[in-house]
T-cell receptor, first 110, second 111 residues
């Protein structure tokens, strides 16, 4: 069966520090992969999505970037975090069976 | 690109009543329509989905209907229970091959 691993679950980082969130998927091949961000009590903001290795589409211009070095690995990065980057970050994968979310990373920038 | 609108933003029902959440989409090429339930502090969970070759799908107390001509789809929850209280999101996968979400509906089931 398909599973998705996202870590860490919580993270507290100072302003200006770098960020790296990783997501890996097991049990599927060539899935579409997504990064979403959710502010408290708000909806899901699509940040990046990928339909294959090295193929990244950015939805929102900001200080975040994403990479897909392997078919089932999706990484969200930042060189310098801003206070406004705080939120709940969710990785999701999608294939012919549907679309499913990882457990999420709650990021607090202080 | 795809645009998904969801209504209402909040919905309060009495236990045992039905709840209906509606979404519209803009891309006529959209072919996949999932619904998610998100409890406080947790990830969205897929609860039901429908593809464009089907008009209705039911799973126990939950059903989804799709009207391709009007480009709208709805979630129906019957015999609501307190544990149905959560935020519900609709989504649509358009011709751009990406999943676009609605803005969410906060459902509250009151005793």
């Amino acid at each position: 069966s398909q599973t998705i691993h996202q870590w860490p679950a919580t993270l507290v980082q100072p302003v200006g520090s770098p960020l790296s969130l990783e997501c890996t998927v097991e049990g599927t091949s060539n899935p579409n992969l997504y990064w979403y961000r959710q502010a408290a009590g708000r909806g899901l903001q699509l940040l990046f999505y990928s339909v294959g290795i090295g193929q990244i589409s950015s939805e929102v211009p900001q200080n975040l970037s994403a990479s897909r070095p392997q078919d089932r690995q999706f990484i969200l990065s930042s060189k310098k975090l801003l206070l406004s980057d705080s939120g709940f970050y969710l990785c999701a994968w999608e294939d012919s069976w549907g679309a499913f979310f990882g457990q999420g990373t709650r990021l607090t920038v202080v | 690109g795809e645009n998904v609108e969801q209504h209402p933003s909040t919905l309060s029902v009495q236990e045992g009543d039905s709840a209906v959440i509606k979404c519209t989409y803009s891309d006529s090429a959209s072919n996949y329509f999932p619904w998610y339930k998100q409890e406080l502090g947790k990830r969205p969970q897929l609860i039901i989905d429908i593809r464009s070759n089907v008009g209705e799908k039911k799973d126990q107390r939950i059903a989804v209907t799709l009207n391709k001509t009007a480009k709208h789809f709805s979630l129906h929850i019957t015999e609501t229970q307190p544990e149905d209280s959560a935020v519900y999101f609709c989504a649509a996968k358009g011709g751009g091959n990406k999943l676009t979400f609605g803005t969410g509906t906060q459902l509250k089931v009151e005793l």
